[in-house]
Antibody
Framework: QVQLQQWGAGLVRPSETLSLTCILSGGSFNDYHWSWIRQSPGKGLLWIGEVTYDGNTNYSPSLRSRVTMSVDTSKNQFSLRLTSVTAADTAIYYC????????????WGQGTLVTVSS | QSALTQPPSASGSPGQSVTISCTGTSSDVGNYNYVSWYQQHPGKAPKLMIHDVTKRPSGVPDRFSGSKSGNTASLTVSGLQADDEADYYCASYSGGNDFAVIFGGGTKLTVL
C-alpha cells in the first residue's frame, strides 16, 4: 500500500524555523513531485510549494522568501523548512504527492499540527 | 494569485443532487483542464475525488462528477448519502510566470 508518513515538531517558537519531513512507502519516488500544503485553523488549503525528485523547486509567491524544500532520494524522503515563523504560520501541514502529468494531488500524508507560540 | 471562489455552504437531502461551483480566471481554471476536487471529513486529510475536470480515480463512486464551462468548474454529487457530508475543495493549476496550484476556499456540504 502506497502511503506518506510525516513528522516534525508540533510547537515552534516565534522567529524560529519550522521543520517537517515526509517519507514515501510502497511507491516509486520518481513518479511524483513532492508538495507541502497547509490549512490554518478553520480555514482552507494553501499550496506552499513542491520539490521534484532531482531537487528542483517551485514555491508559493507568498511564502517564497521563507521556504526551502529538499529531497533525499536514498531514503524516499522530502522536507520542508519555513523560517522566521509567526502565529500566522500556525496550521496543519500536509505533505502530498503531486501528479506531474495531470496536476493533482494523488496521495496525502496524515497532517501535522504546528503551533507557533512562545 | 487569488484563491478560487467557492460558495461557503451547500446542502441537500438524501437522494438529491447538489452542485458546487468553483470560479477562477482565464489564467487558471479557464485556461487549463487541470481542475481537481478534494473531499475532507473533519480531522482527516483531503481525498482526491475528481481530477482533470471530469476524471474519477479508482474507488470514487460515479455519483461524483465534474464539469467546466469557461472560468467556472463544478462538482456534482448525485444520490446524496450521509457520508457525503464534508468539506469540498477545488484546485487548479495556474500557469504564467510562476508555477502554482491554487485552491478554492472550500464548501461545507450538509446532508439534511
Amino acid at each position: 500500500q502506497v502511503q506518506l508518513q510525516q513528522w516534525g515538531a508540533g510547537l515552534v517558537r516565534p522567529s524560529e524555523t519550522l521543520s517537517l519531513t515526509c517519507i514515501l512507502s510502497g511507491g516509486s519516488f520518481n513518479d511524483y513531485h513532492w508538495s507541502w500544503i497547509r490549512q490554518s485553523p478553520g480555514k482552507g488549503l494553501l499550496w506552499i510549494g513542491e520539490v521534484t525528485y532531482d531537487g528542483n523547486t517551485n514555491y508559493s509567491p507568498s511564502l517564497r522568501s521563507r521556504v526551502t524544500m529538499s529531497v533525499d532520494t536514498s531514503k524516499n524522503q522530502f522536507s520542508l523548512r519555513l523560517t522566521s515563523v509567526t502565529a500566522a504560520d500556525t496550521a496543519i501541514y500536509y505533505c502530498a504527492a503531486f501528479d506531474k502529468g495531470a496536476y493533482h494531488f494523488d496521495l496525502w500524508g496524515q497532517g501535522t499540527l504546528v503551533t507557533v507560540s512562545s | 494569485q487569488s484563491a478560487l471562489t467557492q460558495p461557503p455552504s451547500a446542502s441537500g437531502s438524501p437522494g438529491q443532487s447538489v452542485t458546487i461551483s468553483c470560479t477562477g480566471t482565464s489564467s487558471d481554471v479557464g485556461n487549463y483542464n487541470y481542475v481537481s476536487w478534494y473531499q475532507q471529513h473533519p480531522g482527516k486529510a483531503p481525498k482526491l475525488m475528481i481530477h482533470d475536470v471530469t476524471k474519477r480515480p479508482s474507488g470514487v463512486p460515479d455519483r461524483f462528477s465534474g464539469s467546466k464551462s469557461g472560468n467556472t468548474a463544478s462538482l456534482t454529487v448525485s444520490g446524496l448519502q450521509a457520508d457525503d457530508e464534508a468539506d469540498y475543495y477545488c484546485a487548479s493549476y495556474s500557469g504564467g510566470n510562476d508555477f502554482a496550484v491554487i485552491f478554492g476556499g472550500g464548501t461545507k456540504l450538509t446532508v439534511l
